[in-house]
């Protein structure tokens, strides 16, 4: 079959610039069904960001398209950098369910990774879910696959933490884990730290710090 025989040489990863982008709306349908609605923003977050990047604002947060030779979206990519802190952070990531495992997450993942690293940040973080929270084996499969993807990139599930995500108002706050992928040589205090300047008083020391 043509999926099968991707050439991962051939996935593009191209920035979505504006509300008119014929890219925009497979880039949002992949996201609604990527996610649960617990960890999604509202879509007019997404509408925002291309609004005001089209006014010379919003010049840190990015919305990414990976799309095949034919120009076919295949993955999406949201990240914001914080350069007060040196910090990326990579919001949501996702490959269309028929093509993952060929390799275009990692893609995705490497693209932002080397965006962030020659943008000088000091490391990318990222929520994922607790495996052990995830209401059932068939869900926590997924999670623990997730992280483990993660970690074949060069990440770190920072541990000794508590963490409640806060996507808006329009959902409940809910604990996540958080990866750090460092950039330069990072102990678990120094992460721990980037996390606390990205996220706030929402991310509590709970235990021994430590990077696995």
């Known amino acids: 079959m043509e999926d099968a025989a991707l050439n991962t040489d051939d996935v593009r990863i191209v920035e979505i610039t504006g509300i008119d982008d014929a890219l925009l709306l497979p880039w949002l349908d992949l996201y609604e069904v990527s996610f649960p609605p617990q960890e999604r923003v509202l879509v007019s977050d997404h509408l925002r960001v291309l609004i005001e990047k089209a006014d010379g604002r919003a010049r840190d947060a990015c919305l990414l398209a990976a799309v095949n030779e ?28 028929d093509m993952r495992s060929k390799g275009i997450g990692a893609i995705c993942y490497n693209e932002v990774r080397d965006r962030a690293r020659q943008a000088g940040m000091r490391a990318m973080l990222f929520e994922v879910d607790i495996p052990e929270l995830a209401g059932s084996q068939e869900a926590e499969a997924p999670a623990r ?35 750090a992928h460092p950039f330069d040589a990072v102990d678990p205090e120094e992460a721990f730290e980037l996390a606390r ?3 706030g008083e929402s991310v509590q020391q709970s235990g021994v710090l430590s990077l696995d």
Do not use: E, T
Request: charged share 10%.
């Open 145 to 179: 696959r997730r992280i483990a993807f993660y970690r074949r990139q060069g990440a770190y599930l920072l541990g000794g933490i508590d963490y409640m995500q806060s996507i808006g108002p329009h959902q409940a706050p809910v604990p996540m884990h958080i990866m």
């Open 70 to 97: 034919a120009g076919d979206l295949i993955g999406m990519i949201r990240y914001h950098l914080a350069p007060n802190c040196r910090v990326a952070h990579l919001w949501y990531l996702a490959v269309v369910p």
């Open 197 to 199: 300047a990205l996220f």
